[in-house]
Every structure is written in structure tokens, then in C-alpha cells.
């Protein structure tokens, strides 16, 4: 009897394992910004900043280094601040930065800044993948519109300096 309930219960420990691995989300916006890479990396990385220009990302505490730890303060549109705490991953100066975080299984993002030269300026992509058990419960319908506010607040900021 101890052995079908441990068995079972292993069975289904692993099944809920490969679905929270299995279930992910995909946003992905881009615009195009009339100025070098360099300075759009410059207000990117300007973390204090953030409250001045960014509708989503409203505060970032911590510099981003390679490596390091910053915390996410996110507003959703009812106006409630998610905070999340995320490693940067990739730090390639004017290229890429890219930040995860999350309880894995549960729910983990993995979100990327990429800045590639293109005619006119450079194309600023945010590309985030989520994944795990929560994004069932989750309305995450907000996520797109809400980066494409923040790469439009981006766009405003850099192409005024």
C-alpha cells in the first residue's frame, strides 16, 4: 500500500514537473529608434532613471552587472506593483540584456533587451518567454501592450536627448 502511494505520488510529482516545464508564454515587441545603440544603452542601463520615463518597469533598485541581482518593480494596468527579483544573465554593452528570475515549475521569465543597428537607428526588440504552472491561471493579456508602451516611452526619451 506505502509503495502504490509513493509510487503514485512520483508518478505525479514528475507529470506536474514536465507540464510547469512545458506550459510557456511568448511576448515579443519591437520599434525602431532614430539614434545610435550606444545611447539607447544609456538610458536603458540608467536604472534610477526608470522612474522618470518607463510605465511598466516604474523602479529598478540595483545596477545591472553581469551576474548581479536587480529588483523589478512592474506595474500591471490596475496599477498594483509586481515586484520580481531577476539575475542578469547577458550583459553585452549596446547588444543585449537580458534578466531571469522566477520559482521554477511555478513561474519563471526570461526577458530580453537586443539593440541591432538597422537603417535609420536601431531596432529595440523586448522578447520575454515565461514558463510554468501559474501561466494557466495567469491573464497575462497585458504583457504586450504594456512593453510596447514601455518601448514607445524608450523611444521618446532617447530621440528627445
Known amino acids: 500500500m506505502l509503495m502504490n502511494i509513493l509510487t ?20 515579443h515587441v ?7 545603440a550606444e545611447q539607447i544603452w544609456g538610458v536603458l542601463t540608467d536604472t534610477a532613471a526608470y522612474p522618470d520615463w518607463n510605465p511598466t518597469f516604474v523602479e ?3 545596477a545591472y552587472a553581469q551576474g548581479g541581482k536587480v ?8 496599477g498594483s506593483v509586481l515586484e520580481m527579483t531577476a539575475t542578469v544573465a547577458t550583459l553585452t554593452p549596446a547588444q543585449e ?5 522566477g520559482v521554477p515549475l511555478v513561474i519563471t ?15 529595440v526588440t523586448q522578447h ?7 501561466l494557466w491561471f495567469w491573464n497575462s493579456d497585458w ?15 532617447v530621440e528627445a536627448q
Open 97 to 101: 540584456l537580458r534578466q531571469k528570475g
Open 30 to 36: 519591437e520599434t525602431v529608434i532614430a539614434a545610435p
Open 128 to 134: 520575454e518567454v515565461d514558463r510554468g504552472l501559474y
Open 143 to 157: 504583457i504586450e501592450p504594456a512593453y510596447a508602451k514601455t518601448n514607445a516611452a524608450l523611444k521618446a526619451r
Open 8 to 27: 503514485y505520488g512520483a508518478i505525479a510529482v514528475a507529470l506536474t514537473a514536465a507540464v510547469g516545464a512545458l506550459t510557456t508564454k511568448t511576448f
Open 71 to 78: 529588483l523589478n518593480k512592474v506595474q500591471d494596468p490596475s
Open 60 to 62: 529598478v533598485q540595483g
Open 109 to 123: 521569465f526570461d526577458h530580453r533587451w537586443i539593440l541591432e543597428p538597422v537603417e535609420g537607428g536601431t531596432k
